[in-house]
T-cell receptor, first 114, second 114 residues
Framework: GDSVTQMEGPVTLSEEAFLTINCTYT??????LFWYVQYPGEGLQLLLK?????DKGSNKGFEATYRKETTSFHLEKGSVQVSDSAVYFC?????????????FGQGTILTVHP | NAGVMQNPRHLVRRRGQEARLRCSPM?????VYWYRQLPEEGLKFMVY????????ESGMPKERFSAEFPKEGPSILRIQQVVRGDSAAYFC????????????FGPGTRLTVL
């Protein structure tokens, strides 16, 4: 079945550092790919998405490119802020489905220090 | 427009009791998903419902768990005879009929079984 693997955390960075969180997937067909963010005590929020190969999703300075050849969707940000501290989840939706059942990675905790 | 609401936010039950978790989707959303997050793990899909119909329950444990989404009122996830292994965060998400990718998550219910 489909699966998502994220880099092990937690990740600790200083403010303005460069961020990469790796995500790779296994899926049949052509899935849609997502990054969600979860702030303490809150539900998950969609951060960005990409629905086909070579698409780049972007939002709030975060970017991720759908790489079919490497089955990856790595999250990047050029300069992190303390407010980016949260848990980040990579997820996929199986291609060809008409509804939104998501398969998630295990999550990566990011802590940004001033 | 209020977001997805879940209650209670925290629920404590003793082994053998029943747990009822409620989810009110966003206005205009007729699709509801339930996910479970065990400690140190990512979210796992449980069930997908539309009004009065269970569409996909492939992630639901075979026994003790049930879900419904009646014509009127919130979606309910019911766990009978809870065991310690049911302790987890349970998240509900909703989406409009027109866009499976637009899933909005509630803040979750954290169930603790003593």
């Amino acid at each position: 079945g489909d699966s998502v693997t994220q880099m092990e955390g937690p990740v600790t960075l200083s403010e303005e550092a460069f961020l990469t969180i790796n995500c790779t997937y296994t899926a049949t067909g052509y899935p849609s790919l997502f990054w969600y963010v979860q702030y303490p005590g809150e539900g998950l929020q969609l951060l960005l998405k990409a629905t086909k190969a070579d698409d780049k999703g972007s939002n709030k300075g975060f970017e991720a490119t759908y790489r079919k050849e490497t089955t990856s969707f790595h999250l990047e940000k050029g300069s992190v802020q303390v407010s980016d501290s949260a848990v980040y989840f990579c997820a996929l939706r199986e291609g060809g489905t008409s509804y939104g059942k998501l398969t998630f990675g295990q999550g990566t905790i990011l802590t940004v220090h001033p | 427009n209020a977001g997805v609401m879940q209650n209670p936010r925290h629920l404590v039950r003793r082994r053998g009791q029943e747990a009822r978790l409620r989810c009110s989707p966003m206005k205009g959303h007729s699709h509801v998903y339930w996910y479970r997050q065990l400690p140190e793990e990512g979210l796992k899909f449980m069930v997908y419902l539309q009004k009065e119909n269970i569409i996909d329950e492939s992630g639901m444990p075979k026994e003790r768990f049930s879900a419904e989404f009646p014509k009127e009122g919130p979606s309910i996830l019911r766990i009978q005879q809870v065991v310690r292994g049911d302790s987890a965060a349970y998240f509900c998400a909703s989406s409009p009929p027109s866009s499976a990718d637009e899933q909005f998550f509630g803040p979750g219910t954290r169930l603790t079984v003593l």
